[in-house]
Each structure stands twice: as C-alpha cells, then as structure tokens.
C-alpha cells in the first residue's frame, strides 16, 4: 500500500509555493484582492451570496445584482463548489473578501496536488509526479486569468483522468464512482472545463478503449450521464433563464474570445520572466502560453519515442510519400496566393481559381495529419495505447480548439472550419459558451502529463535522473514565476440611511469602469439587491438604463422604484460636473436621507400607479406622415413585420389608428421586440372621436422607464404601456414624438390598444 504522506508533504510544499508567488496577498486577506476590482469583487459577492441564500431556490436563482431583474444568478458561473470551501469559513465569522482570497490560494495547492496524482498514477514516480503537478497548477495561463476564480477551479479533471486510469487497470467499481464524482464536482466549480473536458475524455475512450471492449465504454458513459444528471437541475434552469432572456453568443463574439496561434508564446505582464510577451496580445483571453520548460521536456519525449519506432512498411511510406506531397503541394498555393493574390488557372476544361490562403492551407494541414498517423511511432503508439502518445496528441487538439472556428496568427486566418467550429454546432457550445481560448486550461493538462511521461521515460542514471528533475522542476517554476502582483483595496461602503426603509440600491455614477463590480461587493455589506451589475450576460433593461443615462433621462428611476423605495448612492467625488445630481433631482419625489463628504444618499419613493387591465381593441386601420399603412402587421404577433419612421426620430412624426368605431381606452401598449434602442424618447398621445379634434396629451413625456419596465416584464418582445386613461369614447389614437435622436428610428413591431 501506498503511503500518503509523500501526498501531504507535496500539498504543503504546493500551498508555500502559492503563498510565495502571489506574495503579499497572504498578508492582506481581509482587505484587498490581487489582479484588480472587477471579477475577484463579482466572485466575492457571488461566494458570500451563496454562503447566505439555500442554493437552487427562487430567491438564490434571482440572486443580488440586476436587481429587479430575475434569475440573475444564471448570468455567470455559481461558483457552487469553491462555495464548498467559502461557505464554512463565512460561517466560522471569515469575511466574504477573506473567504475569496482563502478559496483563491487553495486553487493552487489543489489544482498542483490533482495533477500529482495524476502523474503518479501513469508513471508511480514523485518526481515525474511533482512536474505535472507543477506545471499544471502554476501554468502560466493561470495567472493569466487571476482574476477568474472559477477558472483558476481546474482541480477535478486531473482526479478524473487518474480514477480512469486505475479503472482501466484493475476494474473496481470504486474508480469508476470517483470518475463521476470529479465530473461533477468540477460542473460545480467551471461550468466551461466541464464542456471542454468533455472533449477531452471523448479523445481518451477513442485512445483506450476498443471497439470490442463496449462494456468499459458503457461504464464510462453511465458515469458521465450520471454526473450529468446529478447537475441536471442546475443546467435546466440555466437554459430555462437564458431563453427567457434571449441569451446567445455570436460568432464573431466568440471569434474576438479566441485564442490566436501568437497567443502560444503570448503570457500574463504579471509574469517575471515571460511578461514582455504580453505585447503580442495584450486582451488577457489571448494569453495562453503553457510555459516553455514542459513543452522542451515532451518535446524530449516525442523525439525519444519516434526514435524508438520501428522502421516503417513499405506500402505505408509509399502512403506517407504521397500525403508529404500534398501537403507540400497545397502549401504551395497558399504561399502562391500569399505572394501574387487571387489567381485562376485552366486545364483541360478545369478551373482552378484560388481566392484566399485560408483553405489550401487546412488542406495542407489534414494531409500532414494524415502523413503524421502513418509514421511507425504514432501507429506503434496506438496498438499500445501510449499513455504518452495519447497526451501529446490530445494536447495538440486542445490547443487547436483553443483557436476558435477559425484559427489565426496576430489576426490572419490561416484555418478554414477548424475543429472548434464543428464543435459549435453542439447547442452548450453554439449558444452558451463565448471563449475557446479557455480550452487551454485542459490543453496544459494533458501537455503536463505528456511532459511527466516523457520524464520518466528517459533512460538516465538516478544522479542525471535528479539533475534533470531538479533542473526541470526549476523550469516550470521559473516559467510560473509571478514578478509583481498588483493587489487592490475595496472603496468603503457608503454612509446608509438612518430612518429611510428601502428596496434595492443603485450607485452612481453608473457604469463608469469598475464602479458596477464595486456595487456588488457593497451587497455584501448592507444586504439589498443592487441594480448595478456586471456579469458574462446583460439583461436587455440594463443596456436600455445605459442607454437612456446617457440621455440624462430621469424616467429610469420610475422603473427601478417598484414596488419598494429606492436608495440611490452617488459618490460626489466622481461627479464633479453635477450631472449625476441634476438627472437625481429631476425626480421630484427624490429626497436627500444621508451622505457625508464622499456620498449623497437619495431615497426615491415608488409611482402610484393605476392598473389598466382590459382586452385589446381591434386596430381597423393606421397611417402615418406618409399615408396609410399596413395595420395587419401591427397585429400579426410576429416580431418580424414592423413599422418605424422612414430616418432618425423627428418632433411630428406620428402613427395614427383608426379603431373603426368609439371605444374606451386606458392604455396604449407597443413592442419593440429587442430593438431598445429604438424606443419614443419623447411621445405625446391625444384621442379623438372623429380625427380632426384631438384631446390634450393623455401622456406626454420620455418612455425610457416605461421601456425598462416593459424590458423587466418580458425582455424578449419588451412592451412599452403608455396610460391613457380616457373618460370618453374615442375612434382615434394619434402617438406622436416630440422629441429626436440621431441613432434611431422609432419602430413599433406590435401594437394594443387596451381598453378598461
């Protein structure tokens, strides 16, 4: 039997290292964060929101921010399983930043330690074992990413990798349950390395396990249903959540959050002796160098085990010979294409015509693949299922994902359809998931293992053996090695009324950089729901309230005062012009309820409002400035059909409705599906019972808070509601602007008028 203190003295050896490399955290745990104050304070708020709300019910699925947006929590990573350590420590009296920190430096320690046991399990070696461990727990992409605590949480995939491993060898059912336990404990913590390490382990049971063997593959397969199913509530209702909201990722979203081939030698400025390399690719996603010692020492072993192979038969070099000369030849056009342009060839009837590099160059690539699976080692490798063959190549196809649908070097696209695009046409991947960059994380996995097992299968005497290791070891921490940690302070919470009750709780100014993040942290403090928010997703209303501020549009406020008071903080030192201040005191109702030399602390009341619930009334007929229009597609319940003004909002443009017979209106209702941004930003609306004589304005003002409110209700078609509210039958309905933008258009994609 194994000892496990060699285990025990490696994580303590592993958790100094954290605690030097990150130096002087270790001495500043209750009062600041490392990396900077946007996503450590978002991870803060979500550990201690955890900490303090029954996961999985309604009010922990609203979560704290957004507010009163609902199931806000589905906007970003839950961080369920690092709350598995910062739960307890808030309980024991820990503060939310403290317990952060604490979670922080264990990732180190914990991520170093799986994959030492990893690298024990293939090799039963601690020196090779200690290499992977340090390699992967200090790959420079970590400290890339320092400020992503859910992507520092990589810990659970080495444990599943090594609990596979003995399966194969000795077929215990107790291997295979730790399998499905490190599965679903890592869904816990990153919800993006359970996608990609599903990848991952689909490449190991195509590597080691045979056709013939169908019953390990069915043993794996249930393992990882059942950790799915265990996680499956909280996958429902982020899908659940995220098509309430419309939520998806474009392709030319995920293309900006992908690696860049450049981005192999590209590390984090916070590096000692990498940092310079940050200039390559200065956006942190594209910071993805596994760090130069554990590439040198796979290399090591790749050439040894092609060294080692068997010389090749005759019928597959001949094979190889011809794949070489495609790959050569296709090279060719795609230097040709590179050097003369576009260029069009005939020959005997047949055209060639060449237009980009991108295309000749995949063909290039799949025919060296080709040529590459016929050499002896590879094919040697596959009949015995090489442990280190297998984590070469994996590492390689990682890495390969990482650059996205459609990989490039410093922004040429060099790939056409890459892996990564057949990938997205999975739903988790198409819809949900933005950055293939983190692909790397798996992709310093394996390359750390690949490294640990071409360590150990160096034929070296115990004395160059140490040397080696030694010299290895110093490498991989040298590459890791953290020159300066910048580590910032949380500003004090504001001054909180004395005799104000209120709801939720918005700082201002708004969306000025960090400030929303700050604003999440402060919840951690006084307990309310914030309406600031900043998240991987944005609901639709919260890029309406951006886009209405910026109008210093005051109606915002009436959306966010329902049904509870709500307090406005406005830190005066960052609205020297006033403008925050004026945009507050055009609310009447606004009163001041605290402050101090910093802040000034307003309470805003809610709207009385009179509710107007009847049926729709028939639309006979509509015209606008330029006659009449098609009042069917006013009514049609598509989103598709709309009607909008003909250029930017103009003073007088109007939409008029004929109701075809006297009817009582209490309210108008129109959706502008998704399109905010297009909303009246100012409207009168006048009855009339024969269209020339028209009412006074029933409602005349900005519709931002109506169209914020409408963004609450049903952010998918977003109904704006005007009141009206008239004592009289009227036939007519005239909406008409008085106010203009030069953005644009208003557009209407349904209309209601209601009756009482």
Excluded at 617 to 634: F, Q, Y
Excluded at 716 to 735: E, G, Q
Aim: with cysteine; proline share 7%; charged share 15%.
């Amino acid at each position: 039997m194994v000892k496990r203190h060699p285990f025990l003295i490696a994580f303590l050896c592993y958790s100094a290292l954290a605690a030097v490399i990150t130096f002087p955290l270790v001495l500043h745990l209750n009062t600041k964060v490392p990396a900077d104050l946007g996503d450590p304070l978002l991870s803060t708020a979500i550990l201690w929101w955890n900490a303090h709300v029954l996961p999985l019910t309604e009010r922990w699925w609203n979560g704290f921010a957004f507010a009163p947006a609902t199931g806000t929590l589905a906007f970003s990573d839950h961080r369920l399983g690092l709350s598995l350590i910062a739960s307890p420590l808030q309980w024991l009296g820990a503060s939310p930043l403290t317990a952060y920190n604490i979670v922080l430096l264990l990732t180190f320690p914990l991520c170093a330690l799986a994959a030492h046991v990893l690298g024990f399990t293939l090799t039963g070696r601690h020196d090779a074992a200690s290499i992977c461990g340090l390699a992967y727990g200090f790959n420079p992409f970590r400290i890339a990413h320092l400020s992503h605590l859910e992507l520092l949480a990589g810990f659970a995939m080495p444990i599943a990798l090594a609990s596979l491993h003995m399966y194969l060898r000795d077929r215990r059912t107790r291997w295979i349950v730790a399998f499905a336990v490190a599965l679903f404990v890592q869904g816990l913590c990153a919800t993006y390395y359970l996608v990609f390490f599903a990848v991952f382990l689909a490449l190991w049971v195509i590597w080691f396990v045979r056709p013939r063997e169908w019953r390990t593959a069915m043993v794996v397969g249930v393992a990882s249903v059942a950790a799915a199913a265990a996680l499956l509530p909280i996958a429902v209702e982020y899908v659940r959540i995220h098509h309430y909201y419309g939520f998806t990722r474009s392709l030319t979203e995920v293309e900006t959050f992908s690696a860049d081939v450049s981005s192999l030698w590209t590390a984090s400025p916070f590096l000692r002796f990498w940092g310079w390399t940050t200039h390559f690719n200065p956006a942190g996603e594209r910071q993805t160098f596994p760090g130069l010692t554990i590439v040198v020492v796979a290399a090591i072993g790749a050439v040894a085990a092609f060294r080692r192979a068997r010389p090749a038969a005759k019928r597959k070099s001949a094979v190889r010979v011809v794949l070489i000369v495609a790959t050569c030849l296709f090279a060719g056009v795609a230097l040709s294409y590179d050097m003369f342009g576009r260029w069009r060839i005939t020959l005997a009837g047949a055209r060639l015509l060449v237009t980009d590099d991108y295309k000749p160059l995949s063909l290039a690539l799949i025919a060296l693949v080709a040529a590459l699976a016929t050499l002896p080692s590879v094919t040697a490798a596959w009949r015995r299922r090489s442990e280190l063959g297998f984590y070469l190549i994996a590492a390689a196809f990682l890495f390969l994902c990482s650059f996205g649908p459609s990989p490039s070097i410093f922004g040429h696209q060099i790939l056409y359809r890459a892996p990564y695009a057949w990938l997205r046409a999975l739903p988790v991947l198409g819809e949900g998931i933005r950055a293939p960059a983190r692909f790397t994380m798996p992709a310093a996995l394996a390359l750390a293992v690949a490294a640990a097992l071409a360590f150990d299968r160096l034929s070296l005497t115990p004395a160059r053996r140490r040397v080696f290791a030694a010299v290895a070891i110093a490498g991989v921490i040298a590459d890791g090695w953290v020159g300066h940690l910048p580590l910032h302070t949380p500003s004090a919470l504001w001054p909180a009324p004395a005799a104000f009750e209120f709801g939720p709780v918005l700082e201002l100014p708004f969306d000025t950089g960090l400030s929303d993040f700050q604003a999440m942290y402060n919840a951690t403090f006084h307990g309310h729901p914030v309406v600031n928010g900043s998240s991987g997703f944005f609901p639709p209303h919260f890029l309406a309230m951006r886009f209405a501020f910026d109008d210093h549009d005051a109606t915002v406020f009436d959306a966010l005062a329902q049904p509870r008071p709500l307090l406005v903080a406005l830190r005066t030192d960052d609205d020297r012009d006033g403008i925050w201040e004026r945009i507050v005191n055009k609310v009447g109702r606004a009163q001041l309820v605290a402050g101090d030399e910093h802040w000034k602390i307003f309470g805003i009341p809610p709207v009385q409002e009179v509710a107007c619930r009847g049926g729709a009334v028939p639309i006979a007929s509509a015209k606008d400035g330029s006659g009449p229009v098609d009042a069917s597609m006013l009514q049609d319940g598509s989103l598709s059909t709309d009607w909008r003004t003909h250029g930017p909002q103009r003073p007088d443009d109007m939409l008029v409705v004929d109701l075809g017979r006297p009817s009582r209106v209490c309210a108008v209702s129109m959706s502008v599906g998704d399109a905010w941004s297009t909303y009246p930003r100012g409207l009168e609306v006048a009855t009339s019972s024969d269209g020339s004589r028209w009412s006074a304005p029933f409602f005349n003002g900005s519709t931002a808070g109506l169209m914020i409110r409408g963004a609450l209700d049903d952010p998918r078609h977003i109904w704006i509601t005007v009141p009206v509210h008239s004592d009289v039958d009227a036939r007519f309905v005239r909406l008409r602007l008085n106010a203009s933008t030069d953005a644009t258009p208003w557009e209407i994609a349904e209309l209601r008028v209601v009756g009482p």
